[in-house]
Each structure stands twice: as C-alpha cells, then as structure tokens.
C-alpha cells in the first residue's frame, strides 16, 4: 500500500517547516464523521492570472513517509523522514470526503469551483515544505520559475504556519500568501489486498482470528515516534471477549529505544474491533493507557486512535510453531 504523495515541486532554501513539540501520546476514540469538517482557521488568498481568490478552509493530514517521497524531499531513504509527512490543504470551498481523498491519494482531477492550495512538509521540520496547486485542470505542480518563502511548524498536533509563493509558467501567473493554524488528522489507507470482512461474516471471523499472536506492521502518531513489537491473545475471558498484551518497543528521535507492555481487553463494537488498555509497565517513556478501534480485514487490523494509527498483522500457526515465543 501506498498513499500517494500530494506534491512534486522546487522551493526556494529559505521556506522551511520548523521543529515541532513532540504531543504526548494521547488514547482519545476516534470519531467517524460522514462529511469533512474544517481542522481550524485560515486567512488568504490565492491569486491566478491576476484574479484573487479568498481561502477560507483548511484540512490538515500526517501520514507516514514512503519511498515516493524521498524525491520532492530530496533525501536518500525515507529514513530521513522519520517523522511523518503532514499535508495542508487550504480551499476556496468545502471540500467533501471523496475530494478530500482524491488529493491526497493523487487521484483529483480538478473542479470547475474548487480552488486552493496543498502544501506539505516533513513533520520534524528538518526539510523544506513543498506545494501544489489545485486548479480547474487538477494538480498542479506548479514547473517554472518559482519564488517561496515563509514556514510551518507543529506545536502539540497542530500546524501553524505563514507562507507565500509566486510560480510563473509559460503564460501563467500563480500567487498564493496565507496564514493558518490548523488541527492534523492522521491519515492511512488500507493496504492492496486487504479485504475488509462482510458485516454478516464478522462475529465468524473475530472469534477465530483474534486469538493468537499479531505483529505491529505499523504504529506512527502526530509525534515523531514509531512503536514495534507483538499484541498475544491468550485467552477468551467472555462470550465476545478476549484479554491479550503488547510488547512495544518506542523509537523517538535524539531518545534512547523504550519499552511498553501494556494488558489489553479485546471486545466487538458493531463490526469494528476495540480494544481497552490497562496495566501499564514502561520504561522512560511517556505512554498513556490505549483506548483503539479497528477495521478487521483479511489478517489485518487497520485503526488507531486520534493520534495513533495503527496496523496489526496476524502472525499464521505455523510461524507460531517455529519461532521462539516473545513476551
């Protein structure tokens, strides 16, 4: 799986995203709105061929570095983006859930009334922003000469920033200057081949595949740490009902590797899988109790929380039969 970078374009060195805050690890359920609400406030324009177009609304993304991004980044591996890549997109107009997706999937092919902008930085601060424009004809990446200055920071989950560009191409002006703070979501998408399970076949499938030991494939937040290790179910203490633990080991930048176990009580809730953490043993490490909701898909469980997004996969009996068992 791949969710596809929103931007591919050159800036100028002295537009730069700063250095966030570091937000602790927060466990708020996530909600699961059907329209796509604003994640804070904006002011600015957007100017083409001379004609000024107010910005009036903001959605902030954060999703995890993949391979396709070391180009506009200009970094050897995504190593070097270890904290994540957040996507601002700032519009004249609301936008709905299937645009909103269509940008950030590097699916959208334009609107004859949606106008706006897509600017997106590497959340440590380490690298310069890039942008994109959105236009009648699509995403624009905006070749030519290109004039960019101002930064953005993350501050506690939240992005604040000043920035303005002016890019000519060919017969084309573009001018944009705006000022906003605006909440970050985290954004995934599931991987190719995951299927999700059928509503009829769910209860089925939780109670068979739940039990046993999953992997972490991946656990990213809005702060710059990752977290590894194994979820063992172990036993079914009710009719729905299963009790397992992580094993987590926390990777931040400039700290030293931490470690999290942590009980968990497994329930169903509809069609989605929740879990409930308790018990708390860690090291040096700020971790608050997890409160997750998943999708169930073929071996896979894709949710989070709030601030975390999160990936289980299961591991098969027979790897369970041949490698040592893990705390």
Same mark, same amino acid.
């Given at each position: 799986?791949?969710?596809?970078?929103?931007?591919?374009?050159?800036?100028?060195?002295?537009?730069?995203?700063?250095?966030?805050?570091?937000?602790?690890?927060?466990?708020?359920?996530?909600?699961?709105?059907?329209?796509?609400?604003?994640?804070?406030?904006?002011?600015?324009?957007?100017?083409?061929?001379?004609?000024?177009?107010?910005?009036?609304? $903001?959605?902030?993304?954060?999703? %995890?570095?993949?391979?396709?991004d070391t180009k506009p980044f200009n970094v050897d591996g995504v190593?070097?983006?270890?904290?994540?890549?957040?996507?601002?997109?700032?519009?004249?107009?609301?936008?709905?859930?299937?645009?909103?997706?269509? $940008?950030?999937?590097?699916?959208?092919?334009?609107?004859?009334?949606?106008?706006?902008?897509?600017?997106?930085?590497?959340?440590?601060?380490?690298?310069?922003?890039?942008?994109?424009?959105?236009?009648?004809?699509?995403?624009?990446?905006?070749?030519?000469?290109?004039?960019?200055?101002?930064?953005?920071?993350?501050?506690?989950?939240?992005?604040?920033?000043?920035?303005?560009?002016?890019? #000519?191409?060919?017969?084309?002006?573009?001018?944009?200057?705006?000022?906003? #703070?605006?909440?970050?979501?985290?954004?995934?998408?599931?991987?190719?081949?995951? %299927?999700?399970?059928?509503?009829?076949?769910?209860?089925?499938?939780?109670?068979?595949?739940?039990?046993?030991?999953?992997?972490?494939?991946?656990?990213?937040?809005?702060?710059?740490?990752?977290?590894?290790?194994?979820?063992?179910?172990?036993?079914?203490?009710?009719?729905? %009902?299963?009790?397992?633990?992580?094993?987590?080991?926390?990777?931040?930048?400039?700290?030293?590797?931490?470690?999290?176990? %942590?009980?968990? $009580? $497994?329930?169903?809730?509809?069609?989605?899988?929740?879990?409930?953490?308790?018990?708390?043993?860690?090291?040096?490490?700020?971790?608050?109790?997890?409160?997750?909701?998943?999708?169930?898909?073929?071996?896979?469980?894709?949710?989070?929380?709030?601030? #975390?997004?999160?990936?289980?996969?299961?591991?098969?009996?027979?790897?369970?039969?041949?490698?040592?068992?893990?705390?």
């Open positions: 799986m791949l969710l596809a970078l929103c931007v591919m374009t050159s800036v100028a060195p002295n537009a730069k995203a700063s250095e966030p805050a570091a937000p602790k690890h927060a466990t708020t359920t996530p909600g699961k709105p059907t329209a796509v609400a604003d994640n804070g406030t904006v002011t600015g324009t957007l100017t083409l061929n001379g004609k000024a177009i107010t910005l009036r609304h $903001i959605y902030g993304r954060k999703r %995890e570095a993949w391979p396709m190593d070097e983006l270890s904290c994540g890549i957040v996507e601002v997109m700032i519009t004249n107009l609301p936008l709905s859930e299937a645009v909103l997706t269509s $940008i950030l999937q590097n699916e959208y092919h334009g609107s004859d009334k949606i106008r706006g902008i897509c600017l997106t930085f590497e959340a440590s601060g380490k690298h310069s922003f890039v942008h994109q424009f959105l236009l009648e004809s699509g995403a624009a990446e905006g070749f030519g000469i290109t004039q960019t200055d101002g930064e953005m920071k993350m501050d506690h989950g939240r992005v604040i920033g000043s920035v303005k560009c002016k890019n #000519d191409e060919n017969t084309d002006t573009r001018v944009f200057k705006v000022s906003f #703070d605006t909440g970050v979501k985290l954004q995934y998408s599931p991987p190719e081949g995951a %299927e999700l399970i059928a509503p009829d076949q769910f209860l089925d499938e939780y109670l068979r595949v739940v039990p046993g030991k999953w992997n972490v494939e991946r656990w990213v937040g809005l702060g710059c740490f990752k977290a590894s290790g194994t979820l063992s179910v172990v036993e079914q203490s009710g009719p729905h %009902e299963f009790r397992g633990a992580f094993h987590l080991v926390v990777s931040q930048p400039d700290h030293p590797d931490g470690i999290v176990d %942590e009980d968990i $009580i $497994i329930t169903r809730d509809g069609t989605r899988v929740h879990f409930d953490g308790s018990n708390l043993r860690v090291g040096d490490v700020a971790w608050t109790r997890d409160v997750l909701n998943f999708e169930l898909r073929k071996g896979l469980l894709l949710g989070g929380g709030v601030t #975390d997004s999160v990936v289980l996969k299961k591991v098969q009996e027979s790897q369970e039969t041949t490698k040592p068992a893990e705390r």
